[in-house]
C-alpha cells in the first residue's frame, strides 16, 4: 500500500469526448507525474506538477493536461481522445526539495481507458 | 533521449529457482528504480538504487553506475513473484526534475 489513489478505476468513452482522471498523492509527498502505460508496454511519462505547476513533460500533445491542487492531489485531463489514448493511466507521488525530485516514485493502482 | 534496455524480455522458472534480471541504460543516470507490476496494474516498488547493492529478503538489486547497468536478484522464485519487472532511470540530463524512462520490462512467470 503506497497510499497514492487514483479514481476512477476502469472508465469507458468514445472518441472525441473528454476525461478527467483524480490522483491523491502520499502523505508528506508534494509532487505529482503521470505515466500512460500501452498493453505489453513500460510507463511513458507524461508530465508532473510541482508546487500547483508543470515542471517537466515528454512527448505528449497539449490535449493532455493536469493540474496539482494546494493539498498536491492532481487531474490529468485528455481531450478529443483518440482510440490510441486506451491505455492504463498510472500516478506516482513523489518529494522535491528545493525544487529538486529526490527520485524515488510510489505509484498508484492506476485508471484503465478504454476508447471506443 | 536514453535508452533503457532490459533482458531478458520473458522469463519461465519453476518455484525455488533463481534468476537475474538485467537494465541497461545508454547515458548517466540520477537514479533508477526497480518495481514489480502486479496481474492488477499497481507498480511496486522494489528498490531505489542508484548506485551499490541492497537487499531485501529474498530480492536483491546492484547498481553498477559507472558501467550503466543494473542487475535485479531473485532467489527462491515464488509463485507470487510473477508479473512485469521494470526499470526507470531519471536521466543526469533532466537536471533533478527526475523524468524518468521505464525500460519494456521482464516479464516473469513461475510455476508451481
Known amino acids: 500500500e503506497t497510499g497514492v489513489t487514483q479514481s476512477p478505476t476502469h472508465l469507458i468513452k468514445t472518441r472525441g469526448q473528454q476525461v478527467t482522471l483524480r490522483c491523491s498523492s502520499q502523505s508528506g509527498h508534494n509532487t505529482v507525474s503521470w505515466y500512460q502505460q500501452a498493453l505489453g508496454q513500460g510507463p511513458q511519462f507524461i508530465f508532473q506538477y510541482y508546487r500547483e505547476e508543470e515542471n517537466g513533460r515528454g512527448n505528449f500533445p497539449p490535449r493532455f493536461s493536469g493540474l496539482q491542487f494546494p493539498n498536491y492531489s492532481s487531474e490529468l485531463n485528455v481531450n478529443a481522445l483518440e482510440l490510441d489514448d486506451s491505455a492504463l493511466y498510472l500516478c506516482a507521488s513523489s518529494l522535491a ?20 | 533521449g536514453i535508452q533503457v534496455e532490459q533482458s531478458p524480455p520473458d522469463l519461465i522458472l519453476q518455484e525455488g529457482a533463481n534468476s537475474t534480471l538485467r537494465c541497461n541504460f545508454s547515458d548517466s543516470v540520477n537514479n533508477l528504480q526497480w518495481f514489480h507490476q502486479n496481474p492488477w496494474g499497481q507498480l511496486i516498488n522494489l528498490f531505489y538504487i542508484p548506485s551499490g547493492t ?54 516473469l512467470i513461475v510455476h508451481p
Open chain 2, 54 to 107: 541492497k537487499q531485501n529478503g529474498r530480492l536483491s538489486a546492484t547498481t553498477v553506475a559507472t558501467e550503466r547497468y543494473s542487475l535485479l536478484y531473485i532467489s527462491s522464485s515464488q509463485t507470487t513473484d510473477s508479473g512485469v519487472y521494470f526499470c526507470a532511470v531519471d536521466p543526469l540530463a533532466s537536471g533533478g526534475s527526475y523524468i524518468p524512462t521505464f525500460g519494456r520490462g521482464t516479464s
Open chain 1, 97 to 116: 526539495a528545493g525544487g529538486r525530485n529526490t527520485g524515488e516514485l510510489f505509484f498508484g493502482e492506476g485508471s484503465r481507458l478504454t476508447v471506443l
